[in-house]
């Protein structure tokens, strides 16, 4: 069965410091991939995607993510983080042969002022 | 924009109540997918549905039932609860592979 799997769990970083999760999946073949971000009390966001082309994929609020396939990865990096970046992060895939997403356990990302 | 709806937001039950939950989407999307979230443990899937009328199972399916009677409803119903069943419920939607969307989620209490 696939597998995401994020291994910081818990990130607390100051204001203006660069940010990266780490994401990896367990599936062979193409895939989708996404992060999502829930801020406190809220539903789930979509960050950015990637489905092909450029590996390279830039989202909202100034986050971007790069695939890397050959290691299986899809980390989230942002150069400079905000207070308003507290909030906790997901990465998920999917592929055509499993249509709903499976998702990591999440990062929590705290960001002092 | 409504998008993904679900209700009730907040709901306590008493062990062996039952209870349905109700997810609408107006995205005229063929999938529907119900979630729940613990701490530590990311989104877990409970079933889906691929289109109206056919439900599949997820991850975790024990205790829950699905029906998809209409294309815009995913109702998630609960028939004896349980503690263990207390968690927050998200209803989602999407085009086939492409990005789901979430509702706002559903806090169970099962006491």
């Known amino acids: 069965a696939q597998s995401v799997s994020q291994h910081n769990h818990h990130v607390i970083l100051s204001e203006a410091a660069s940010l990266e999760l780490g994401c990896n999946y367990s599936?062979?073949?193409?895939?989708?991939l996404f992060w999502y971000v829930q801020y406190p009390g809220q539903h789930l966001q979509l960050l950015l995607k990637?489905?092909?082309?450029?590996?390279l994929v830039k989202g909202i609020k100034g986050f971007e993510a790069e695939f890397i396939k050959s290691k299986f990865s899809f980390n989230l990096r942002k150069p400079s983080v905000q207070w308003s970046d507290t909030a906790e992060y997901f990465c998920?895939?999917?592929?055509?042969?499993?249509?709903?997403?499976?998702f990591g356990s999440g990062t929590r990302l705290q960001v002092q002022p | 924009n409504a998008g993904v709806t679900q209700t009730p937001k907040f709901r306590v039950l008493k062990t062996g109540q039952s209870m349905t939950l109700l997810c609408a989407q107006d995205m005229n999307h063929e999938y529907m997918y119900w979630y729940r979230q613990d701490p530590g443990m990311g989104l877990r899937l409970i079933h889906y549905?691929?289109?109206?009328?056919?439900?599949a199972k997820g991850e975790v399916p024990d205790g829950y039932n699905v029906s998809r009677l209409k294309k815009q409803n995913f109702l998630l119903g609960l028939e004896s609860a349980a503690p263990s069943q207390t968690s927050v419920y998200f209803c989602?939607?999407?085009?086939?592979?492409?990005?789901?969307?979430f509702g706002q989620g559903t806090r169970l209490t099962v006491v």
């Open positions: 549905s691929v289109g109206e009328g056919t439900t």
């Open positions: 599936y062979g073949g193409t895939v989708n």
């Open positions: 989602a939607s999407s085009l086939g592979t492409f990005e789901a969307f």
């Open positions: 990637y489905f092909s082309g450029d590996p």
């Open positions: 998920a895939v999917n592929h055509a042969g499993r249509r709903a997403l499976t």
